[in-house]
C-alpha cells in the first residue's frame, strides 16, 4: 500500500458552527475581506458572519460581484477592492464560484501577476489566509486545493491548483443549504456524486482517498432523493453537505477524471450547471472505461450493482428538470479535440482520443439532444 494524503485546512462542522467556533478566525487578523453572491443574504450564512465579526471588532468590507463560472476578469475586479481595503484575510461565503473566486483573489492580491499565472505555480508564492462558508452541497472546494476559472478570451474554463490556496479554516452549517433551490439541490449534489465517483475511478485513488469517496457515495444515494421530497429535511441536508465535503477530500488528493473536462465546455457555452454537465456525460463515460477497467468501474459506482442501476438513479434525479441540449457537430467536434488533450486523461483509466470523446459527445446526445425520444 502506498499513499500521500494532505489537508491542511480545519474543519468546523455542524449547526451554529460559526457561533460556537468561529471566534477562531481572530487569529488570522483584524481586517477581513467578504466574498459571496447574493443567496448569503438570504440563508442567513452573511448575517451570521457580521455578527461574528462586529462581536470581535473585526474591520470588514464586502463584495457581492459574483457570476456562475467566474472568469479572469471577475477575479481582477475583486482583487482590485481587495488591494483597496488591504485585509487580513478572506471569507468566502457561497458555493462553487465565490470560493474558486477566492482562492484566486487570495493569490492575485499578494503577487504581482496575471490570472492566467495562476496557472505556473512557480510564479506565485504566497496567498491570503482565508475562510471557507459553503451554501451548496457539492463543490467541496471548502477542502480543496483547486479553482476553476473562465477565461474570457477563449471562454475556456479551467483549474490552478497549488497548496497554498486550501483554506485555512471551513465553516460547514447545514443550515445554509436549506434555501437552495430544486435545481441547485440536484446540480451541486450531483456534482459531489461526480467527484467521489471520479475519485475511485482515477488512476491516483489510494485505500485512504477511498474511503472518503465510498461513503460520500453512500450517503448521496441514500439522501439525494430525500432531500428533493422534503427540501427542508435537516438531517438529510447536513448529510449531502458532509458526503460534499468527504467527496472533495478524496479530490483533494485524486483530482477528478475526463468526465469534469468534457463538461466544462457545457457549462461556459451551453449554461449548463457544473454538476448537470458531469452527469450527463458519466454513462457514456463510464461504459466506455468499463470495457478495459470493469473492477474499476463497478468499485467506482459502489454501492450500485452496475451502471444500469446507476443510470435509473442519474436519469431519475434529471428528470426533475426538462434536460435538452442543442449542440452543432462542430462544437462536439471542437470540443472533442480540446478534450483530447485534457491533462485530465493522465488520470483517467482506459484509452481516449479524439474518436472517444467525440464518441461520448454523441452518445450524451442520444439521451439529452432537443427532439430525441424524451
Ligand atoms: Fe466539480
Known amino acids: 500500500m502506498k499513499f500521500h494524503h494532505f489537508i491542511p485546512t480545519e474543519i468546523f462542522f455542524g449547526e451554529k458552527a460559526l457561533d460556537e467556533d468561529g471566534e477562531i478566525v481572530g487569529i488570522l487578523g483584524k481586517r477581513a475581506f467578504i466574498i459571496t453572491g447574493r443567496s448569503s443574504s438570504k440563508n442567513g450564512s452573511l448575517n451570521d458572519v457580521l455578527n461574528l465579526l462586529n462581536r470581535m471588532k473585526i474591520e470588514h ?9 467566474p472568469s479572469f476578469s471577475l477575479v481582477v475586479r475583486i482583487t482590485d477592492k481587495v488591494k483597496r481595503f488591504k485585509p487580513d484575510f478572506l471569507i468566502g461565503i457561497g458555493g462553487g464560484s465565490v470560493l474558486d473566486s477566492m482562492k484566486a483573489v487570495a493569490v492575485l492580491s499578494v503577487n ?11 510564479r506565485y508564492s504566497k496567498a491570503l489566509p482565508m475562510v471557507a462558508i459553503p451554501t451548496t452541497a457539492g463543490t467541496g472546494s471548502e477542502v480543496t486545493e ?17 497548496n497554498l490556496i486550501f483554506p485555512r479554516y471551513s465553516f460547514l452549517d447545514p443550515r445554509y443549504t436549506l434555501t437552495m433551490s430544486m435545481e441547485l439541490t440536484i446540480a451541486t ?8 465517483v471520479e475519485s475511485i475511478l482515477s ?11 465510498l461513503r460520500a457515495n453512500e450517503l448521496i444515494f441514500q439522501n439525494l432523493p430525500k432531500v428533493l421530497k422534503n427540501p427542508d429535511d435537516l438531517e438529510c441536508r447536513s448529510k449531502m453537505l458532509f458526503a460534499s465535503m468527504l467527496a472533495g477530500m478524496a479530490i483533494a488528493q485524486t483530482g477528478t477524471t475526463i468526465i469534469h ?10 449554461n449548463l450547471k457544473h454538476g448537470l454537465a458531469n452527469s450527463v456525460l458519466m454513462i457514456p463515460t463510464l461504459r ?18 452496475d451502471v444500469d442501476d446507476f443510470e435509473i438513479f442519474l436519469k431519475d434525479m434529471l428528470s426533475n428538470l426538462n434536460l435538452r441540449m442543442n449542440l452543432k457537430r462542430e462544437e462536439m467536434e471542437e470540443w472533442a479535440r480540446i478534450g483530447s488533450k485534457a491533462k485530465h486523461l493522465k488520470s483517467t483509466p482506459g484509452d481516449f482520443g479524439y474518436e472517444e470523446i467525440l464518441n461520448i459527445y454523441e452518445e450524451m446526445m442520444k439521451e439529452y439532444g432537443e427532439g430525441d425520444k424524451r
Not at 468590507?61 to 463560472?69: C, G, L, P
Open 112 to 122: 504581482d501577476i496575471d490570472p492566467i499565472d495562476l496557472y505556473d505555480q512557480g
Open 61 to 69: 468590507d464586502v463584495s457581492h460581484d459574483m457570476e456562475e463560472n
Open 189 to 196: 449534489g450531483l456534482d459531489a456524486l461526480s467527484h467521489s
Open 203 to 213: 488512476t491516483r485513488s489510494s485505500e485512504m482517498s477511498e474511503i472518503f469517496a
Open 261 to 270: 473536462a468534457l463538461g466544462y465546455p457545457l457549462s461556459t457555452f451551453k
Open 288 to 305: 466506455r472505461i468499463e470495457k478495459s477497467h470493469p473492477n474499476r468501474v463497478a468499485k467506482a459506482i459502489t454501492p450500485m450493482k
Open 146 to 162: 483547486y479553482s476553476v476559472l473562465t477565461n474570457d478570451e477563449t471562454r475556456m474554463k479551467g483549474g490552478f491548483k497549488s
